[in-house]
């Protein structure tokens, strides 16, 4: 940029110069005026030097550039080659992923641990259906657990104990209805206008 700059006021320069150039004509009184040439010949020096400046400047700025391009290329290059590597990397991934989701998800493993003597078996479990077909959406809470039910809708609850349970439908049934749930069963609590 320092060179674009020396360029322009050089410019500048050669351009008043060449405004400001004495023209030569013969004197009123016949006489030759001997200090003009000198001064023509001082100018023309300095715009010869400034041209020679010119010609470096250009000289430098060709350089420059040269070595810009190089640079560029060089850059580009290295660029173009991470870009590769990236898509042979995203490539050996999608290989591998690819290989896991054909790989059986169903295979057996075994531990290398003995199971432990004192297990205790799960205790029996249940489930208890809700379905609501009243007009109105309605809450239950199973054994201290809430569900939320529109109008229509039938939901199942998580496994609980077999055994005693409670629930209660808020605001239509006592608190602490208690109901008993066989193993494996599923109770159907269900929720619809008295007719």
Do not use: C
Request: no cysteine.
């Amino acid at each position: 940029m320092m060179h674009i700059g020396k360029l322009i006021r050089l410019n500048a320069l050669v351009a008043a110069m060449l405004a400001a150039a004495p023209t030569l004509a013969d004197d009123a009184a016949g006489k030759a005026n001997t200090d003009k040439p000198d001064k023509i010949q001082e100018q023309l020096s300095e715009l010869k030097t400034s041209l020679l400046d010119l010609k470096t400047s250009l000289a430098e700025i060709k350089t420059d550039l040269k070595h810009f391009r190089t640079d560029h290329d060089v850059s580009t290059q290295a660029s173009s080659r991470e870009i590769r590597e990236l898509k042979d990397e995203m490539l050996r991934l999608k290989t591998e992923l690819d290989s896991l989701r054909r790989t059986p998800s169903s295979s057996q493993r075994e531990s290398g641990f003995a199971p432990a003597a004192t297990t205790t078996p799960p205790p029996p479990m249940g489930r208890v259906e809700l379905l609501n077909t009243w007009t109105a959406p309605v809450s239950v809470v199973v054994n201290n657990r809430s569900y939320r039910l529109r109008p229509m809708d039938r939901v199942v609850t998580d496994p609980i104990p077999a055994g005693a349970f409670n629930y209660e439908v808020i605001g239509v049934t006592a608190p602490n209805n208690v109901r008993t749930l066989a193993a494996n069963e599923i109770y159907l609590i269900h929720i619809h206008p008295q007719p």
